[in-house]
């Protein structure tokens, strides 16, 4: 029972068999098989080591170690052996003409700027160029700056042109319906003359279809100094456009009604996209562009600012629409659809 058991080839041949075949073993598969037969569950190793507490007491350790050394020294043959193999394999590839290292790499995956982002940026830089801030408030407004401030008091009938989204029962705060509110805002924090632009996210308690969308983008402009006029209000709507439309673009006035301007206006251009109507300008020739006007005093009052001294005029680009006309984009939706066939396209 105790005797040492023959049937186990001695150690020193099990190594130099173990190594023999590992190192001529031609795949990764052969060298799998080799782990499994020597070092795997059952294996060669698993076996001697099983044998080894019915060995008389004073062979164990012995028999242990010399065990255990045979399994690290195929361990290790097998890995060296897969890296030859690799190298190998990595070698006749390159030598090959399956391989070709000068093909381009398949390109990453990258995002895009939104087409409203680009849009933004663009005014943005314009108007920079013409001195102007950028200057952003709050989405959620206080019905004060959205309303009141604005000379739109609480039973004006103006109030209902702007689909509300309250957001108290108290009717103090709101979402904001436009991005007007920021020019109380502005008179408040900076001192006359300035000139700032305002562009955000706007709110509106709307059914929606191809041209309407609870939320969409605006860009306010707002400039107060000593007598600013009229003039300078068309002067500054045509630069904006002939840089956006990369050429003169004729345009008209017509009066708009607007509780926070006097006079306002509808600025509408000629439609870039044809001569003689098209879908875009509905065959008018003409595309409403950005309401305006001189700011109201009631307004420059709210916004602690004398209108015996100083006057300005304000104007509210619709950043969606305008995105729209540049990209020939048909349904607003799309916009913050968040859908990647979209958006893959800018
Ligand atoms: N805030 C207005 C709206 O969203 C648009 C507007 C009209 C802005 C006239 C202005 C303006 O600055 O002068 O309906």
Redesign the pocket.
């Known amino acids: 029972m105790h005797e040492p058991t023959q049937a186990q080839p001695a150690l020193p041949e099990l190594l130099n068999d173990g190594l023999a075949r590992v190192a001529t073993a031609r795949t990764t598969d052969e060298l799998r098989a080799l782990e499994r037969e020597f070092l795997g569950k059952g294996g060669v190793i698993a076996t001697l080591l099983a044998a080894v507490p019915s060995l008389p007491a004073e062979q164990r350790r012995a028999a242990g170690q010399g065990a255990n050394e045979l399994k690290s020294k195929l361990a290790e043959a097998l890995a060296a052996r897969e890296r030859e193999l690799q190298e190998q394999h990595l070698s006749a590839e390159l030598a090959g003409a399956s391989f070709d290292p000068t093909l381009p790499a398949t390109p990453p995956r990258t995002g895009s700027l939104h087409p409203l982002t680009q849009v933004t940026r663009e005014l943005e830089a314009i108007f920079t160029s013409m001195g102007y801030a950028i200057l952003d408030g709050p989405e959620v407004e206080r019905a004060y700056y959205n309303f009141e401030a604005l000379n739109i008091p609480a039973d004006h009938p103006a109030r209902e042109?702007?689909d509300t989204f309250w957001c108290d029962r108290a009717g103090s705060l709101v979402l904001r319906?436009?991005?007007?509110p920021v020019?109380v805002r502005a008179m408040e924090r900076l001192k006359p003359p300035f000139r700032a632009i305002v562009p955000g996210k706007?709110f509106r308690q709307e059914t929606t279809d191809a041209s309407h969308e609870h939320t969409f983008h605006?860009m306010?402009?707002?400039v107060v100094g000593e007598g600013i006029t009229v003039g300078h209000l068309i002067g500054t709507l045509k630069t904006f456009l002939r840089e956006v439309f990369r050429r003169d673009l004729e345009v008209r006035l017509r009066p708009?009604y607007?509780p926070?301007?006097e006079p306002?206006f509808e600025l509408d251009a000629r439609c870039p996209f044809c001569t003689k109507g098209c879908s875009v300008c509905k065959q008018s020739t003409w595309i409403e562009l950005c309401?305006?006007?001189m700011v109201h005093p009631n307004v420059l009052r709210a916004g602690g600012i004398d209108p015996e001294r100083w006057t300005g005029f304000?104007?509210?680009l619709g950043l969606s629409r305008l995105t729209m006309l540049r990209y020939r984009i048909d349904d607003v939706r799309h916009l913050l659809g968040g859908d990647l066939r979209f958006l893959e396209q800018f």
């Open positions: 042109m702007h319906t436009h991005t007007s020019q706007v605006q306010e402009g707002l708009g607007f926070f301007v306002g309401p305006c006007g304000a104007f509210g």
